[in-house]
DNA sequence: GTCTATATGGCGATAGAC
DNA sequence: GTCTATCGCCATATAGAC
């Protein structure tokens, strides 16, 4: 790894770490190149705009998310089991803080996403997965479509709006950590008992 | 209603709307004088800087909000019936767009959110009603406080993320309008079948 | 109260020396 | 490739006439 590429390096990590945190909008190249250790000719120097910069960051955030969403056909897990490591996988993505970046961006932009996904393969593996279970018969009739929202709903919400369950519900920071290290769990259990026979 | 008045409502009106289309950092002094009709001058001499006007905002929003939460004890409607009540209540709100408003606002500075809950009464009123249909055997033993999250998350997080949704599901505007009015019934079944016993 | 014109400051981007 | 200095623009906010 020669000298430049250290130092992008060192300017994508900076840069996840505060489009994440503030927004395209909220972020300053200068404190991009402060986190970087570099000037903030530097930065352009490597990375011609912020536009550019951003398209990188946001682009690996979406590859770290679309593969997550393809785990349904491939073993011979029961379909309980699958949803149990289902929102396991989820939910320790959605704590990283990625995922509410990925979509504030997406909605101060809707065309980040349209030519990204134009070229992803079919993402519906659970839809048509969950299709089959409802045809053969194995669980409570439900329209597969929904039961994509309501999992990844149930799974994604909480990380984007801890602020305010957090303070709505009263718990001190130490509570609220305690009550999320069993939601995986819980939220596997409760997807199960709402579609199960 | 005076002249003074008037205007200040014309103000509110389209502040309103660019600041829930654009969150604080995306919006523009400018746009929302031109969209009030009257001048940038004009809108500071009402509200001196973009920082009053958008609490302005943002008050009203959470008051908007946080009494859909409080309506759980007041009548004898049966449990289930006000599942199907409170589903149908905070997808109606959520679909104006102002929750999205509210969550990004509040991840952009968590302090706005701080000062407005503690002047608030307990908003717990879900959680001890069902922490009550826990206690007397009604329904499947469940942590009230993760039942509280996961109604949230079920009716929030479409409207939050209905831009990947559309384009996840490969769903044309029409389609995903259809699949939505339905959303509120489909959302209370399913939350009631997880929960009883 | 409303306007036009302007002050003030911040940010993305570049010039040019080393 | 990295830096300091600076340009050019845009956004908030204000001055001052009407």
Same mark, same amino acid.
């Given at each position: 790894?020669?000298?430049?590429?250290?130092?992008?390096?060192?300017?994508?990590?900076?840069?996840?770490?505060?489009?994440?945190?503030?927004?395209? +909008?909220?972020?300053?190249?200068?404190?991009?190149?402060?986190?970087?250790?570099?000037?903030?000719?530097?930065?352009?120097?490597?990375?011609?705009?912020?536009?550019?910069?951003?398209?990188?960051?946001? +682009?690996?955030?979406?590859?770290?998310?679309?593969?997550?969403?393809?785990?349904?056909?491939?073993?011979?897990?029961?379909?309980?089991?699958?949803?149990?490591?289902?929102?396991?996988?989820?939910?320790?993505?959605?704590?990283?803080?990625?995922?509410?970046?990925?979509?504030?961006?997406?909605?101060?932009? *809707?065309?980040?996403?349209?030519?990204?996904?134009? &070229?992803?393969?079919?993402?519906?593996?659970?839809?048509?997965?969950?299709?089959?279970?409802?045809?053969?018969?194995?669980?409570?009739?439900?329209? *597969?479509?929904?039961?994509?929202?309501?999992?990844?709903?149930?799974?994604?919400? *909480?990380?984007? +709006?801890?602020?305010?369950?957090?303070?709505?519900?009263?718990?001190?920071?130490?509570?609220? +950590?305690?009550?999320?290290?069993?939601?995986?769990?819980?939220?596997?259990?409760?997807?199960?008992?709402?579609? &199960?026979?």
């Amino acid at each position: 790894m020669n000298e430049s590429t250290v130092t992008e390096e060192k300017i994508l990590q900076a840069a996840r770490l505060e489009f994440e945190k503030k927004g395209y +909008n909220g972020t300053r190249m200068q404190v991009i190149a402060d986190v970087a250790g570099i000037s903030k000719a530097s930065l352009h120097y490597h990375f011609r705009s912020k536009d550019n910069l951003f398209q990188r960051i946001f +682009n690996d955030a979406l590859n770290d998310y679309i593969p997550l969403v393809n785990t349904w056909k491939d073993d011979s897990l029961s379909w309980e089991e699958k949803v149990n490591r289902f929102t396991a996988d989820l939910l320790e993505f959605v704590q990283k803080g990625t995922m509410l970046f990925i979509i504030r961006e997406i909605n101060r932009n *809707p065309d980040l996403l349209s030519e990204r996904i134009k &070229k992803a393969k079919s993402n519906n593996s659970l839809v048509t997965y969950f299709e089959e279970l409802n045809n053969t018969g194995q669980i409570r009739q439900t329209d *597969p479509r929904l039961l994509y929202i309501f999992l990844q709903s149930i799974c994604c919400f *909480p990380a984007i +709006n801890n602020q305010m369950f957090r303070k709505v519900l009263r718990l001190t920071d130490r509570q609220y +950590n305690e009550l999320m290290e069993g939601y995986a769990r819980a939220a596997a259990s409760f997807i199960i008992h709402a579609i &199960k026979k």
